[in-house]
């Protein structure tokens, strides 16, 4: 049986396809061309990212579009993630407590009349800035950059990538990270509140707000993954731990978007028949995922219960 890596292209036939056009010069260049184009800010959260921040940020300088700025806010990282950023950059800043408050606050210091969140542990495809830059002048007024994961990082890897790939024409379990700047203004940014769910929690808003929302096919690549199960318990369960503010922000979607029988996977029914060393895996990635959650959940809810106690 034929077998498509869960890792390959696939086309994006719920969202809007950007066009493309001839790369752009070297990051510094000036040229009438780019004067004419909206500037992009670029921001990045680190805290301890230096072992994939160096491939995130070079990806970034790999972009074929320009005019674009870098900006960097570390959260006091006890790692050279700071110093690796200034190789790139010198706009570092160190602020915490959490990512919200990161992102809120290069959105706030931002030049350009777009802002892109990447996270210190993606490195993007070279068209992903002027992919969403033409959606941003066909008048949309954020873009979803669609993700998947390196399978060659191991097992758990290929599964996240096949899980990913059911994503790719997904209304519900997305969220934009690319936006005209006006618009994060407007909204807010993300909600400070929330340490997990903050980046569906900002997508919702953007949708009752009836603003627009395109998509690209340019796709962000996750270098960084949990290779063992060990390591995806503990990631859910920490998770499972804030879910509770981001439900009571987003009830009317927030429940959907994490329940764990989801259309995606229906529609890309396919995928699992093609890749059925993945399967069985798939499964037992989705049972500890939610058994961690649960218990981080149920721990949440104890605490608080206890803290209200005369």
Same mark, same amino acid.
């Given at each position: 049986m034929h077998r498509r890596s869960p890792h390959s292209g696939a086309p994006n036939s719920g969202g809007v396809i950007a066009s493309r056009r001839a790369p752009g010069g070297p990051i510094n260049a000036a040229s009438s061309r780019a004067s004419e184009q909206p500037l992009v800010t =670029? !921001?990045? /959260?680190? @805290?301890?990212?230096?072992g994939t921040l160096r491939r995130c940020l070079e990806s970034v300088a790999a972009q074929t579009y320009r005019p674009f700025e870098v900006v960097v806010i570390d959260n006091f990282s006890t790692d050279a993630s700071a110093a690796v950023a200034r190789e790139f950059t010198d706009q570092v800043h160190v602020l915490g407590p959490e990512r919200c408050a990161q992102y809120n606050y290069g959105f706030r210091i931002a030049k350009g009349q777009c802002v892109y969140r990447v996270d210190s542990d993606f490195v993007l495809d070279p068209e992903v800035i002027r992919d969403s830059v033409d959606l941003i002048l066909q008048g949309y007024? *954020? =873009?979803?950059?669609? #993700?998947?994961? #390196?399978?060659?990082?191991?097992?758990?890897?290929? !599964? @996240? *990538?096949?899980?990913?790939?059911?994503?790719?024409? #997904?209304?519900?379990?997305?969220?934009?990270?690319?936006f005209k700047s006006s618009v994060i203004r407007a909204l807010g /940014?993300?909600?400070?509140?929330?340490?997990? /769910?903050?980046?569906?929690? +900002?997508?919702?808003?953007? +949708?009752?707000?009836?603003?627009? =929302?395109?998509?690209?096919?340019?796709?962000?690549?996750?270098?960084?993954?949990?290779?063992?199960l060990k390591e995806?318990?503990?990631?859910?369960?920490?998770?499972?731990?804030?879910? %509770?503010?981001? +439900?009571?922000?987003?009830? %009317?979607?927030? +429940?959907?978007?994490?329940?764990?029988? %989801?259309? *995606?996977?229906l529609r890309h029914w396919k995928?699992?028949?093609?890749?059925?060393?993945?399967?069985?895996?798939? =499964?037992?990635?989705q049972v500890v995922k939610y058994a961690a959650a649960w218990r981080g959940w149920s721990k949440a809810r104890a605490t608080d219960r206890g803290g209200r106690r005369p």
């Open positions: =670029v !921001v990045i /959260g680190t @805290r301890n990212s230096e007024d *954020a =873009v979803i950059i669609p #993700d998947t994961t #390196d399978s060659t990082m191991g097992y758990w890897a290929r !599964v @996240r *990538a096949l899980e990913k790939g059911c994503y790719f024409d #997904d209304d519900w379990n997305v969220a934009a990270r690319f /940014g993300y909600d400070e509140g929330l340490i997990g /769910g903050e980046d569906y929690d +900002l997508h919702n808003r953007l +949708l009752e707000a009836r603003y627009r =929302v395109g998509r690209i096919r340019s796709r962000e690549v996750h270098i960084d993954e949990p290779t063992t995806i318990y503990s990631k859910q369960y920490f998770y499972g731990t804030t879910l %509770r503010n981001f +439900l009571s922000r987003n009830e %009317r979607r927030g +429940l959907r978007q994490l329940l764990p029988i %989801r259309t *995606a996977f995928d699992f028949v093609r890749n059925p060393d993945l399967t069985p895996g798939f =499964v037992l990635y």
